[in-house]
């Protein structure tokens, strides 16, 4: 992909190898005003599926682009980079990590996820214990990746009043947000967060087991 001014253009090129069938194609994206800037990119692969975002837009999505005969290397190149002119592209900060449904991943989804896993005291909204794991792994996505910005959203079973309910679901929510700024140092400028009480159930919230369900914190970027 080009990087530099002589290069510079409206699209990604997307390219295929060690396949019966190459991919050449051309995807269009302007990404000319962030040249000369740091720029995070963050590849992500489920089974043949691949996905890349420029910061936080996603610039390729490919259901099937991987296939399995592909073999097991990464290579880096840049075109255009014009020496006499000082132009240098750098690279920092690379991780690779195997990929399955990982937290950063379930963030960047434009539909958000909820889960279960954080845990409160009884009509509280103070966090118990067994939460921190979670919370750990959270505030260290946050802290690697700095231009992403989530919506902490509370949710509540149905025991109690209604009111009540929504009160306790902006509480819990803001004492999430509180953790991941005191811990990690995580800008309130980053977090947003709200409660929606038990106007959302998953479920009609008539056993013990569907409580617990409706009883979620739910994360959306911004």
């Known amino acids: 992909m080009p990087?530099?001014?002589?290069?510079?253009?409206?699209?990604?090129?997307?390219?295929?190898?060690?396949?019966?069938?190459?991919i050449n194609n051309k995807i269009p994206f302007d990404y000319t005003e962030?040249?000369?800037?740091?720029?995070?990119?963050?590849?992500?692969k489920n089974g043949k599926r691949v996905r890349l975002f420029l910061d936080e837009t996603k610039v390729i999505d490919i259901p099937s682009?991987?296939?399995?005969?592909?073999?097991?290397?990464?290579?880096?190149y840049v075109r255009e980079v014009d020496l006499q002119k000082d132009l240098v592209v750098a690279l920092a900060n690379l991780k690779i990590t195997e990929e399955g449904e990982d937290l950063r991943s379930k963030l960047l989804k434009a539909?958000?996820?909820?889960?279960?896993?954080?845990?409160?005291?009884?009509?509280?909204d103070k966090l118990q214990p067994a939460s921190f794991g979670f919370l750990d792994e959270l505030g260290q996505v946050l802290k690697d990746d700095e231009?992403?910005?989530?919506?902490?959203?509370?949710?509540t079973d149905s025991d109690g009043d209604e009111s009540s309910n929504?009160?306790?679901?902006?509480?819990?929510?803001?004492?999430?947000?509180?953790?991941?700024?005191?811990k990690f140092g995580i800008s309130?400028?980053?977090?947003?967060?709200?409660?929606?009480?038990?106007?959302?159930?998953?479920?009609?919230?008539?056993?013990?087991?569907?409580?617990a369900a409706n009883r979620r914190v739910e994360f959306k970027k911004f």
């Open 3 to 22: 990087l530099w001014y002589k290069g510079a253009s409206d699209y990604f090129l997307v390219e295929t190898y060690g396949t019966a069938t190459k």
């Open 34 to 44: 962030k040249l000369n800037d740091i720029i995070h990119f963050t590849l992500i």
């Open 65 to 76: 682009l991987a296939s399995d005969n592909l073999g097991k290397y990464i290579q880096f």
């Open 111 to 124: 539909e958000g996820f909820s889960t279960t896993a954080i845990l409160f005291q009884t009509a509280s």
């Open 147 to 155: 231009f992403l910005k989530i919506q902490i959203i509370g949710h």
């Open 166 to 182: 929504q009160v306790l679901s902006e509480k819990r929510a803001l004492s999430v947000a509180n953790y991941l700024t005191e």
């Open 188 to 211: 309130n400028s980053r977090l947003q967060s709200l409660g929606k009480g038990e106007s959302e159930p998953l479920n009609t919230n008539s056993s013990a087991a569907e409580k």
